[in-house]
Structure formats: structure tokens, C-alpha cells
């Protein structure tokens, strides 16, 4: 049973681009949540998708959006990179609706270097 | 305010000894889960153990335990018999009963000496 997968793992992007990053979450999950992680900080919430729409927002603008499929995946995506995007992109899924207890399945992260 | 906070940064600990990792919380939400994650330099997130607002006894996994103090909201983990598999860094995480987000702290960088 896959968990969790992210891609890319690595990515080096210069200032003003756009990214996206994908993440496919494991089997049986429905919602997939976004975090950043600065260098040295905790994750940082983006985003939740549930049912192909954004469920819950954190305190991120709106250069930061995402998408869910029907298959479950999602992409992120960043608009207008700023040097201080630089970070490693965590997916997290789970199902909806699951009790409070259920931890969140991880990916390894998609680690974006802004130049 | 910080709703996660790990006082923390970096911790070291000898083979087989015990350490503790502090972590103090702060909601207004009656229920609320606390989780303990470990990340190796690999990136990925793996969840340790999990303790419940009205859990009564304190959560155990094979050589994880939370030390939960409700009325001081705090939630330490504590890991016996240390291996030097546990270095890596280690983060505090809540999730409130409205929400499905994680808080989470900076982290404590553990190091396990031989």
C-alpha cells in the first residue's frame, strides 16, 4: 500500500515563476491538506481539499492556490515566487469526517529553492 | 499567540537513557487532540502517538509516552531506552474539535549519542 507520494522532490525555481507541485494521497484517503515548512520552523497549514474544493484556508495569499481531482490528488500551485517561498512543501491526506484522533499519512515533501 | 510551543531547539541524550521533549499548548477549544510527529532528514512526517482532550490516562506506544497535564496544557513526550535512530527533529502538533488543520511547534532537534 503506497502512502503518500509527492513530486518532484526537488525543484529550483527563479524568482517570479509559477510552480506546481503534486501529491497523491494514500489509498482509501479523500482530503488532502498543504503545509509549508520553512527552514528551521514547524509546517505552516495552506489549504485543505475535500470533494475537488478548498475546505479550509490558512493565512497565505492568494499567489497560493490548489486543485483536487477525482482521483484524490491534488496539485499546489504558486504564483509570482518570492524569495521567501523557498521551502519544503508537505502534503498530508486522510479521510474526511474521521475522528479527531486520526493522524495525518505525510509525504517526504517537495523541497522549492527560489533563486 | 502561539497555540504550539517547544522551548526546545535542540536536545541530546545517550544511548538507552530516556529524554523528555517539552511541549505546551494553548486553545479555548474543549476538545482538541495533541500529536507527536518525527521528521529524519528525509522530509517525511511520522506520526508517534496521539492524545485526546478527555483521554483520562496518558498515551502510550512501545517506547513513546505523553506526559499529559491538562490544567498546566502541557504534552511532553517521553522516550525510554533511547536508539540512535531517534535522532531527528521532533514536533508538537494539535488539532482543534472545529477544525482539520494541524498547529504545529518549531521542534526540538533530538541527537542520540553512542
Known amino acids: 500500500d503506497a502512502g503518500v507520494t509527492q513530486s518532484p522532490t526537488h525543484l529550483i525555481k527563479t524568482r517570479g515563476q509559477q510552480v506546481t507541485l503534486r501529491c497523491s494521497p494514500k489509498?482509501?484517503?479523500?482530503?488532502v491538506s498543504w503545509y509549508q515548512q520553512a527552514l528551521g520552523q514547524g509546517p505552516q497549514f495552506i489549504f485543505q481539499y475535500y470533494e475537488e474544493e478548498e475546505r479550509q484556508r490558512g493565512n497565505f495569499p492568494d499567489r497560493f492556490s490548489g486543485h483536487q481531482f477525482p482521483n484524490y490528488s491534488s496539485e499546489l500551485n504558486v504564483n509570482a515566487l518570492l524569495l521567501g517561498d523557498s521551502a519544503l512543501y508537505l502534503c498530508?491526506?486522510?479521510?474526511?469526517?474521521?475522528?479527531?484522533?486520526?493522524?495525518?499519512?505525510f509525504g517526504q515533501g517537495t523541497r522549492l529553492t527560489v533563486v | 499567540a502561539q497555540k504550539i510551543t517547544q522551548t526546545q531547539p535542540g536536545m541530546f541524550v545517550q544511548e538507552k537513557e530516556a529524554v523528555t521533549l517539552d511541549c505546551t499548548y494553548d486553545?479555548?477549544?474543549?476538545?482538541?487532540?495533541l500529536f507527536w510527529y518525527k521528521q529524519p532528514s528525509s522530509g517525511e512526517m511520522i506520526f508517534l502517538i496521539y492524545q485526546g482532550s478527555y483521554d483520562q490516562q496518558n498515551a502510550t506506544e512501545g517506547r513513546y509516552s505523553l506526559n499529559f497535564q491538562k490544567a498546566r496544557k502541557s504534552a511532553n513526550l517521553v522516550i525510554s531506552a533511547s536508539q540512535l535512530g531517534d535522532s531527528a527533529m521532533y514536533f508538537c502538533a494539535m488539532r482543534e474539535g472545529g477544525g482539520n488543520q494541524f498547529y504545529f511547534g518549531t521542534g526540538t532537534s533530538l541527537t542520540v549519542i553512542p
Open positions: 498530508a491526506s486522510s479521510r474526511w469526517g474521521s475522528y479527531m484522533n486520526t493522524e495525518a499519512f
Open positions: 489509498s482509501g484517503h479523500d482530503t
Open positions: 486553545t479555548s477549544d474543549p476538545s482538541y487532540g
